[in-house]
């Protein structure tokens, strides 16, 4: 079996494609233990105390077994992220002491800072605008190149609607189809028409 198609292994990342590797990862980590999701997006557990009425940072010896057992999953966290990286990839983030700030190196590396993710919505939402079925293209092999410029948007922050999307492609079919969207648009309720259901 591949690397990376199996539920018991951690989702591989080469350096490409980082959007489809990041759903998976975050959808593996939570199927695993929510917690470690939790520790991977806002940062690991750290075992505090209060003295003198003052939070303050827990020494080993302090530790009880609540606090191990979330210490344990910080580990696990960090090694989940490792376990689903290529070598390369690793190099980058090796540095980084949590698994909070390696996925935050990562989003960095490969999805850009701000400025570059409005650069990449901005190319990404001018590919849906312009997007066309090609004449000789499948119903199929259109709707991979769709799905790709949305998954796209969606993986920065820009989601469309059901409703959004059904109508783009409507609008987007060759002259053969105008007479199925036509009888689309007449029989269906085109805000609650689902886009599978559309495809299909």
């Keep these: 079996m591949l690397e990376g198609l199996s539920t ?9 494609d980082f959007p489809y590797w990041k759903i998976r990862m975050e959808t593996y980590l939570q199927s695993i233990d929510y917690d470690l999701w939790h520790i991977v997006s ?6 505090k105390h209060v003295i003198n009425d003052k939070e303050v940072i827990k020494t080993y010896e ?19 992220l490792i376990c689903g990286l290529d070598r390369d ?20 590396t490969h999805q850009g800072t701000n400025a570059m993710k409005e650069t990449k919505i901005q190319i990404y939402s001018t590919q849906y605008e312009n997007f066309k079925m090609k004449v000789d293209e499948t119903i199929a092999n259109m709707y991979t190149r769709f799905t790709t410029i ?23 079919l060759t002259k053969a189809y ?3 969207v036509i009888a689309i648009q007449e029989a269906k309720d085109l805000s609650t028409l689902p886009l599978e ?4």
């Design 8 to 16: 018991t292994r951690a989702p591989f990342f080469n350096g490409v």
């Design 42 to 47: 806002n940062g690991p557990y750290i075992p």
């Design 62 to 80: 302090a530790y009880d077994e609540e606090d191990k057992k979330m210490l344990s999953k910080n580990a696990k966290a960090k090694y989940a």
């Design 89 to 108: 990839v690793f190099k980058n983030i090796e540095q980084d002491s949590t698994a909070h700030d390696m996925w935050k190196m990562l989003e960095v």
């Design 150 to 172: 949305t998954n796209g948007l969606n993986s920065l922050g820009k989601v469309l609607s059901q409703k959004e999307m059904v109508t783009k492609i409507l609008r987007s």
């Design 178 to 180: 105008q007479g199925k």
């Design 197 to 200: 259901e559309l495809i299909g």
